[in-house]
C-alpha cells in the first residue's frame, strides 16, 4: 500500500461566475489526488473528493480508498478487494454498469 503525499502535486483550477475547482495532481503518476469545490468567492471547500489510499498490482497503481466529504458530512469508499485486467485480453462485464433491480436491469 501507498499513501500518496499532496507534497508533490501540481495544482489545476477552474473558475465560472458563481463557482470554481482545485485539482491537485501527483507529478510522478499523472494521477488525481484531491479536487475541491469552491462557491464563488469562498475559499473554504462546499466539498472536496479525495483519493487517499493506492496498491500496487505489478505496473498499475490503484485506489484503495476515497473520501467525499462536504459541512457536516462524511462518505468513505474503501475498496478490500479489486482486479486489474487488459480489456483486449478480458473485456469488462456486460452488467459492469447496471444498477441491480432497475427497470432495465437484465432478468435474473
Known sequence: MCAVSLAAYSIF???TDREKFRA???RDYGFPL????YRAGEEKPLRTFEFNDFKRHGEFWFPKGMILTGENWKSW???DEADIFRPEEQ????HL???P???DAPAK
Open 97 to 99: 454498469f447496471q444498477v
Open 34 to 37: 484531491r479536487v475541491s469545490w
Open 24 to 26: 491537485w495532481m501527483s
Open 13 to 15: 483550477s477552474h473558475r
Open 77 to 79: 469508499v474503501k475498496f
Open 91 to 94: 473485456p469488462e462485464p456486460t
Open 101 to 103: 433491480n432497475a427497470p
